[in-house]
């Protein structure tokens, strides 16, 4: 079993950035696929960007490639999101995740274990 939990959402301007958090424990982190999601009202969930289990593989949704960026410290058992140049298009409660199987995987149907969610507002 692994427990995820977000942090670092919040209120941001147009053009601004924040930096989500995700601490991880449990099962054994740095075999696992891990990923950014985010669901807005009345829309489905998303992935925002995904990293493989070494960091080495990355995949980006086409509407945040060039103003987020994903990693992880296997050391700290932590993935990170920075997320810069927001758009209020980006507001959205964003979920970390994790994949006991593939390399980046997408899909949120290929995760196995998800955070809470943090709220991330962007205004205009």
């Known amino acids: 079993q692994v427990q995820l939990v977000e942090s670092g959402g919040g209120l941001a301007q147009t053009g601004g950035s924040l930096r989500l958090s995700c601490a991880a424990s449990g099962r054994t982190f740095s075999s696992l696929a891990m990923g950014w999601f985010r669901q807005a009202p009345g829309k489905e969930r998303e992935s925002v960007t995904t990293i493989s289990w070494s960091g080495g593989s990355t995949y980006y949704s086409d509407s945040v490639k060039g103003r987020f960026t994903i990693s992880r410290d296997n050391t700290k058992n932590t993935v990170y999101l920075q997320m810069n140049s927001l758009k209020p298009e980006d507001t959205a409660v964003y979920y970390c995740?994790?994949?006991?199987?593939?390399?980046?995987?997408?899909?949120?149907?290929?995760?196995?274990?998800w955070g809470q969610g943090t709220q991330v507002t962007v205004s205009s």
């Open positions: 995740a994790a994949a006991r199987r593939g390399i980046v995987p997408s899909a949120p149907s290929r995760y196995d274990y």
